[in-house]
């Protein structure tokens, strides 16, 4: 069955530093991979998409980044500021419809 | 005015009792989902309504029941409540199937005691 991992010790970062994100997965091909970040007691908000036939994707201060062959995406937070500090969650999506995988998601902590 | 609405927030209950959850969407989205998300942060799926039409029911026991009376609805009924069940139950909505951004809801936190 397929496996998502996400590192599930939490990332402490410096504020200002980049902060960088893995999600690897197994026993699947996504044809979409979606990022997530929940806050706690709260539901997940979207934050970016990424086809299977793209490498690259950013928006403002995120870029997602997506290779099919080491499948894994990598999510990263460039000036990161304590308010990013929350749980980012990974989520592939195959080619039958409505069905996402998540993986459990990583916890960022970024210090001021 | 809040996008993606679930009642209750908090639900504490017995084993063996019966409860609902509801999911309101204002989005006008086709798609609906329940997710069920565990103490370990995982988030998995359990349905997904188009138009009202259950389309995924993913080895969920048959003690929980959907009902979706129309497309900005969807209900999750649970019968014999069991200790495994408390976690934290998310609806989310989509535009409609698939390759969408999923809206979630602020989840409904179950303790089954």
């Known amino acids: 069955s397929q496996k998502i991992e996400q590192n599930s010790e939490a990332l402490n970062i410096q504020e200002g530093k980049t902060a960088t994100l893995t999600c690897n997965y197994t026993n699947y091909s996504p044809a979409y991979l979606q990022w997530y970040r929940q806050d706690p007691g709260r539901g997940p908000v979207f934050l970016l998409l990424?086809?299977?036939?793209?490498k690259e994707k950013r928006k403002e201060r995120l870029k997602v980044t997506f290779d099919t062959t080491l499948k894994q995406s990598l999510f990263h937070i460039t000036a990161s500021q304590p308010a990013d500090s929350a749980t980012y969650l990974c989520a592939l999506e195959g080619y039958n419809f409505n069905k996402f995988y998540f993986g459990s998601g990583t916890k960022l902590n970024v210090k001021p | 005015d809040t996008a993606v609405s679930q009642t209750p927030k908090y639900l504490v209950t017995q084993m063996g009792n019966d409860k609902s959850i509801k999911c309101e969407q204002n989005l006008g989205h086709d798609t609906m989902y329940w997710y069920k998300q565990d103490s370990k942060k995982f988030l998995k799926i359990m349905f997904s309504y188009n138009n009202k039409e259950l389309i995924i029911n993913e080895t969920v026991p048959n003690r929980f029941s959907p009902k979706s009376p129309d497309k900005a609805h969807l209900n999750l009924h649970i019968n014999s409540l069991e200790l495994g069940d408390s976690a934290v139950y998310f609806c989310a909505s989509e535009v409609a199937g698939g390759r969408e951004t999923q809206y979630f809801g602020p989840g409904t936190r179950l303790l089954v005691l």
């Open positions: 990424i086809r299977e036939n793209e």
